[in-house]
């Protein structure tokens, strides 16, 4: 992975803190790319566990269970890091150091292995859409506080279901009503409704690198083409914001990445 690693600005920390996400262009070359998709599509045929199902999750679209048509789609491959030599790279490229000791205010950022740490497989026909949630919802540490870096490996559009983002949701302040017993933000309620205005497609270009806060409200709709859409995702913390002990944030050890020189 030798692209140049692009200098983080106080500019960009301001935007990142106003709006909850940062878009980081062709931070893996081509031939990277298409190095990591021959890597994961190996996984995928034939499956190599763990993996989470659309079948598995119940989202809108997903197959109803394991049995019917498209039940057996792989939603994500589980534990990224620990698959192989490239995915554990690409967890600890090069570029995340610096720019997660800017954003988290920590020298020493560190991998979450419990959270994300999955390539997300949104396959054509059988994908669900995600609705409207924070990643926080299930995560437990000292303070809420993560980041959350999605690489896309190729195209991500609408077509595929490519990421929608509300901007500055990470720092709004949402009544338990608001939400549904899944805290999924329930789009009905008109209290909801400027929120999702707000909202803005996240369109990536094969190497692009999307870094967004873990209280920020994203979605995804389902895949419409006819390609997989492949995007490994891994999650990141300040060294001193620890997972909260007895919770699954805590199963597995956090991984230490280098801070900036």
Not at 48 to 60: K, Q, T
Not at 64 to 69: I, T, Y
Not at 200 to 222: S, W, Y
């Amino acid at each position: 992975m030798d692209q140049p690693i692009p200098a983080v600005t106080a500019d960009h920390v301001a935007q990142f803190q106003q709006t909850g996400f940062l878009v980081l262009p062709g931070v893996l070359s081509a031939d990277e790319c298409e190095h990591l998709k021959r890597t994961v599509q190996a996984d995928l045929d034939p499956l190599v566990g763990p993996a989470e199902y659309e079948a598995d999750v119940g989202y809108p679209g997903a197959p109803s269970d394991r049995q019917a048509e498209g039940g057996t789609t792989p939603r994500r491959l589980l534990h990224a890091y620990a698959r192989n030599d490239d995915l554990r790279a690409l967890a600890l490229h090069p570029v995340l150091g610096p720019w997660l000791s800017a954003l988290l205010a920590s020298p020493s950022p560190m991998l979450s292995q419990c959270h994300h740490n999955c390539v997300m497989t949104k396959h054509p026909g059988y994908s669900s859409a995600t609705l409207w949630h924070q990643d926080i919802r299930y995560w437990s540490f000292d303070r809420p506080e993560l980041i959350s870096a999605w690489f896309a490996l190729g195209q991500e559009a609408a077509v595929n279901g490519a990421l929608q983002v509300i901007p500055e949701s990470h720092v709004q302040e949402i009544d338990r009503g608001r939400l549904d017993s899944a805290l999924f933000l329930r789009p009905e309620l008109a209290e909801n409704q400027p929120m999702i205005e707000r909202a803005e497609a996240v369109n990536l270009k094969p190497g692009d690198l999307l870094l967004f806060h873990c209280r920020l409200f994203h979605a995804a709709g389902q895949n419409q083409s006819e390609q997989v859409k492949l995007s490994p995702v891994f999650t990141y913390h300040a060294a001193d914001n620890q997972p909260i002990p007895g919770t699954r944030s805590e199963r597995l050890p956090s991984i230490p990445l280098v801070g900036p020189e």
